[in-house]
T-cell receptor, first 112, second 116 residues
Framework: QKEVEQNSGPLSVPEGAIASLNCTYS??????FFWYRQYSGKSPELIMS????GDKEDGRFTAQLNKASQYVSLLIRDSQPSDSATYLC????????????FGQGTTLQVKP | GAVVSQHPSWVICKSGTSVKIECRSL??????MFWYRQFPKQSLMLMAT?????????EQGVEKDKFLINHASLTLSTLTVTSAHPEDSSFYIC????????????FGPGTRLTVT
């Protein structure tokens, strides 16, 4: 079983809709969770971090964490074509020196 | 804040030569830097983790004698690809983590290496 799993997609949503990206992880003691956005040909950009159960909102982005279910998600409200990118879920494994385990990424396509 | 730069942004070299890539944290002290490689349409692959002033820790399958990493200061790490071959052509990305909450990593813009 992969340590961090994401559906590779592509996930296609119309402009203005809510895009929901999901991620599951296998290590129960993970404490830090991150969402990165990567445009084609570019490096990843940190868009959200979350450390405790519940929701965390930042503009159009909401990260949701459920440690009991080992599940973290990212909601993008009012999706825009400029949100079209690959979204990477990353998890910090306790005991490592800050090393992150990345999922394979979900490709999001927002259609005008 | 949390800006990381890389130089060069792209490089073309001949097979058998060596290439050095620099990674700098511009506005924070990076106690740990990470080097990744990414092939087209694939996910990030961690190559090594380097802490300031100590030897890098390489991931399984990464040749430490081929990919030399130096992290001499809290703002600079370098990756040298020695005796480069066409199969080393890839997108190399560094990230930096400092005295920030929760191990957030900030990525540089990447270096595209082409070996001819």
């Amino acid at each position: 079983q992969k340590e961090v799993e994401q559906n590779s997609g592509p996930l296609s949503v119309p402009e203005g809709a809510i895009a929901s990206l999901n991620c599951t992880y296998s290590d129960r003691v993970s404490q830090s969770f991150f969402w990165y956005r990567q445009y084609s040909g570019k490096s990843p950009e940190l868009i959200m971090s979350i450390y405790s159960n519940g929701d965390k909102e930042d503009g159009r982005f909401t990260a949701q964490l459920n440690k009991a279910s080992q599940y973290v998600s990212l909601l993008i409200r009012d999706s825009q074509p400029s949100d079209s990118a690959t979204y990477l879920c990353a998890v910090n494994i306790v005991g490592n020196t800050g090393k992150l385990i990345f999922g394979q990424g979900t490709t999001l396509q927002v259609k005008p | 804040g949390a800006v990381v730069s890389q130089h060069p942004s792209w490089v073309i070299c001949k097979s058998g030569t060596s290439v050095k890539i620099e990674c700098r944290s511009l506005d924070f002290q990076a106690t740990t830097m990470f080097w990744y490689r990414q092939f087209p349409k694939q996910s990030l692959m961690l190559m090594a983790t380097s802490n300031e002033g100590s030897k890098a820790t390489y991931e399984q399958g990464v040749e430490k004698d081929k990919f030399l990493i130096n992290h001499a200061s809290l703002t600079l790490s370098t990756l040298t690809v020695t005796s480069a071959h066409p199969e080393d052509s890839s997108f190399y990305i560094c990230s930096a983590s400092g005295r920030l909450a929760g191990y957030e990593q900030y990525f540089g813009p990447g270096t595209r290496l082409t070996v001819t």
